[in-house]
Nanobody
Framework: QLMESGGGLAHAGGSLRLSCAASGFTLDYWAIGWFRQAPGKEREGVSCISSNDDTIDYVDSVKGRFIISRDTAKNTVYLQMNSLKPEDTAVYYC????????????????????????WGQGTQVTVSS
């Protein structure tokens, strides 16, 4: 099981760090993706980190602001979100399709979203202007 935490309310320009923790399996064996779903919009892939951390991709709207990382000792993947914007408001999910590699792009993450078998319950991020 996956569990996200760290969401909350932030002002525009602020920061939040989301965590994705696992129980029952070891996260660092697998690529982990972060997705988000804003009200009235489709879920979209935000970022992905591969099992050996050498493939990290971001959707264009968050490049330069968000950083995905992994702490093997804590069996946790993080999404550091800086310079937050109101359009970042969404429910954020972590997920894995039990593949060691990330898709070639976040666009491909969106196309193969149904292949992600393991999802967390989501954590709400709200950014006020």
């Amino acid at each position: 099981q996956l569990m996200e935490s760290g969401g909350g309310l932030a002002h525009a320009g602020g920061s939040l760090r989301l965590s994705c923790a696992a129980s029952g399996f070891t996260l660092d064996y697998w690529a982990i993706g972060w997705f988000r779903q804003a009200p009235g919009k489709e879920r979209e892939g935000v970022s992905c980190i591969s099992s050996n951390d050498d493939t990290i991709d971001y959707v264009d709207s968050v490049k330069g602001r968000f950083i995905i990382s992994r702490d093997t000792a804590k069996n946790t993947v993080y999404l550091q979100m800086n310079s937050l914007k109101p359009e970042d408001t969404a429910v954020y999910y972590c997920a894995t399709d039990l593949d060691r590699l990330c898709p070639p792009s976040t666009q491909i993450m969106n196309e193969y979203m149904n292949d992600y078998d393991y999802w967390g319950q989501g954590t709400q991020v709200t950014v006020s202007s």
